[in-house]
């Protein structure tokens, strides 16, 4: 009896097992906002409406496939601007009822892959994508170190992050948290320092760079 007990079990655990999807699609995430993301209260107040409008956003596909299209190992990057802080849940909300949108694909992609990059990122921010006003192709590069908690992405002359580990330096109230989370779903998020954000390119009617702020996420993610 308890042999076929636990037979039973095993049987229950391997079934369950098959009943998860596997991921369709994983990689790397990095995301850099033109206002701080782990602050205090005060800070925070003090940007409100007034900056946190811009961001930039980047995956890199490690493995996978989207609306059919084999991704391993390309990049695409979401640009935006809003008309007010981009501020989706956290402790302070605030939802912009103009956003504006750059996307900007791997210039490794062929036409088929390039397509299904914009799929992806329209599925993965739709509260972002509602105007796309281009699409631009660019070599891209993305790279995260979690445990230093540097990244770096750049997509040719157009976008570029760089950030650094948060440090016991950067924080000023003692009250700091995170804020804002990150734009879209992604999974180990954890906040980070910007040492450089830009953005020079075209369509948005503005360009911005953004140094020295506590405004980027390093994540990972997997559909």
Known sequence: MKRLSILAVALLTLNA???VP???????????RTCDVYTGPCFANGE????????????????????????????????IKANDTLGFGG???VKPDKIVAVIVVDDQADAEQAQALVKFVKANARHLTGDVVKVEKAPISLT?????GKGVFTAGKLAKIETRKLAKGDCVCSNETVFYPPLTKVDNAHPAYTVNMTYEGEGLNSTWTTINKRSAFLATFER
């Open 144 to 148: 995260n170190d979690h445990l230093s």
């Open 22 to 32: 596997a991921a369709e699609i994983s990689g790397e995430y990095l995301e850099a």
């Open 17 to 19: 097992a098959q009943l």
């Open 48 to 79: 409100i409406g007034i900056s946190g409008k811009e961001a930039v956003m980047a995956w890199k596909i490690d493995e996978g496939k989207w609306a059919g299209q084999d991704l391993s190992g390309l990049g695409v990057a979401l640009i």
């Open 91 to 93: 402790s302070f909300t």
